[in-house]
């Protein structure tokens, strides 16, 4: 194995009585990556016996200038990539107090909301029991109304048979009279009669004097008792009448105060449509202001991850760079150390061929 330059010029420095601390420094070097892949490039020069040295120090010129070049570019391109730094972790970060405002402002809106929710939902039931009191209200109304009604029409039904009857009893009386009839009919037309309205205590009265009178036969008290029957007739239908009357007054008061209580009705059914749709306005906004803070968590996630990223990239970005300056001061330092060693030790010696193995 040939020798490598450090102990050549280690050799050609014992010949020319150089000291111990530079024979170590060349050890030194030569144990160095760089340090020794400069002492090689020497060597090589050496070993053609022919290489002045200048030419040696022009080879460790290009070298120096080529690591100068490279700590420039290194120098522009970090530069460039620490002002990117600089300026996306204040973006990044005003983008996260961004999303972090919004966030707070829609949880603000949405506590809101829930309170106008509450509000709303209490205006519902509060509605809900007046709408279900009114329509209780109407249906109270309208059976009072057909009670009223049947009442009528059960009073005018007894009337009309009543008149009927009455017609009947004097029919027959008549028929007594021409002796077309006998008492024994009307016995049995006025015990039915009385059947019939067994209730009306007065009635059965009126019944039982019709029949003592009529079986006396005096044509005196017929005629008595057919006037009496044709007032009552009469007295009937003026009743009838009245009843009518009444009745129609009744009809219209209810229908107007039905009408009232279906407007009411209807108003409170109005309410609570317009509160329900309110409510579901409250349901569509919660909704919404729940998707948007999702939206920003996930935005300021998003950009806390970013953030981290670039922090990470520009601290390797950094550490790369401090490590390459490092690493390159250290080779131009070797690289002025061999210089300033080919200056003191292998210039003088300026016959090459002296430095042997």
Sequence with gaps: MKLKLSFIVFAALITLCCTISIRER?????NNEFGKRILDIIQVQINTGETPVQTILDILMKLREGLLNEQKNLEAVFQNSAS????MKPQLKAEIRKYKKKKIASETSLTTSNADLEDLQLQLRENEKVHAALKEQG?????AREDERKKYEDAVSD?????EALKRAKEILSQIASGESSFAELDRHMGSFKVEYDYARGLQKMANTFAQMASKADPKLLNHIFEVIDR???????NEF????SESVKTKLHEAQAQQQRTLIFDASTKIQNVNARIQDVKNRQLKLKNDISHYDTSIQQKLKEL???AAQCKTQKNSYDQRVESIHDQLAIIEEVINLVHTHIEPVKDLSLIHI
């Design 26 to 30: 060349l050890e030194q070097l030569d």
């Design 84 to 87: 990117d730094c600089l300026k």
């Design 139 to 143: 249906e109270a109304l309208n059976k």
């Design 159 to 163: 009337i009309a048979r009543m008149r």
């Design 232 to 238: 009552i007739i009469q007295q009937l239908g003026e």
């Design 242 to 245: 009245a009843l009518t009357q």
């Design 308 to 310: 981290g990223d670039k």
